[in-house]
């Protein structure tokens, strides 16, 4: 199993542009989310889903867009990118929508807005 | 106050020492509880889950404490290996899935 990958590994942007951040997963897990880490916080809930075809919106949603079309992809789109929304991103997935399943996470995406 | 609070560290420690980071959490209603490690410039990774009645894993020992609402992590006989940052996780058990992560404890551990 590769388990989460996640593409690309960096991308720079500039602002007003858009991007999709790929996530997949070969796990067959329900549930995935992804997250933003950003200097002296801790990681931040973009958005989730629980299955293909529903998604929901996390703690900090503006700005970014998710769609759930199949179980092993969770892409993550930027709309129109903007210097804030640089951090590091990741991907993360798990078994079921319960909390005591072990959530694994994809390598991370490191974005740059200028 | 925050959702989940951490010491940042960093922690130094000579290979051998034992060193133990607390966390706190806000929602007395959290059900789930969980350390992860997460190595530099790396994705977090499962330590090890928080039970109740306190668990151990080799080196790594972790403790509940309902009442006063901190959960622990103990690390004997700390290796080079351990040098990393150590998230506190809890599951807020709200509407949705609501992970909270910590900032992280940073431990370096030195020859």
């Known amino acids: 199993n590769a388990g989460v990958t996640q593409t690309p590994k960096f991308q720079v942007l500039k602002t007003g542009q858009s991007m999709t951040l790929q996530c997949a997963q070969d796990?067959?897990?329900?549930?995935m989310s992804w997250y933003r880490q950003d200097p002296g916080m801790g990681l931040r809930l973009i958005h989730y889903?629980?299955?293909?075809?529903?998604?929901d919106q996390g703690e900090v949603p503006n700005g970014y867009n998710v769609s759930r079309s199949t179980t092993e992809d969770f892409p993550l789109r930027l709309l129109s990118a903007a210097p804030s929304q640089t951090s590091v991103y990741f991907c993360a997935s798990k078994r079921t929508s319960g909390g005591t399943d072990t959530q694994y996470f994809g390598p991370g995406t490191r974005l740059t807005v200028l | 106050r925050k959702e989940v609070e951490q010491d940042p560290g960093p922690f130094n420690v000579p290979e051998g020492a034992t060193v133990a980071f607390n966390c706190t959490y806000s929602?007395?209603?959290?059900?789930?509880f969980f350390w992860y490690r997460q190595d530099c410039r790396k994705e977090p990774k499962l330590l090890m889950s928080?039970?109740?009645s306190g668990n151990e894993d080799g080196r790594f020992t972790a403790q509940l404490n309902r009442a006063s609402q901190y959960i622990s992590l103990l690390i004997r006989d700390s290796k080079l290996s351990d040098s990393a940052t150590y998230l506190c996780v809890v599951n807020m058990n709200t509407g949705f899935q609501k992970l909270v992560f910590g900032t992280g404890t940073r431990l370096l551990v030195s020859p």
């Open positions: 796990m067959n897990h329900e549930y």
């Open positions: 928080v039970y109740s």
């Open positions: 929602n007395s209603a959290s059900q789930s």
């Open positions: 889903s629980v299955g293909a075809g529903i998604t």
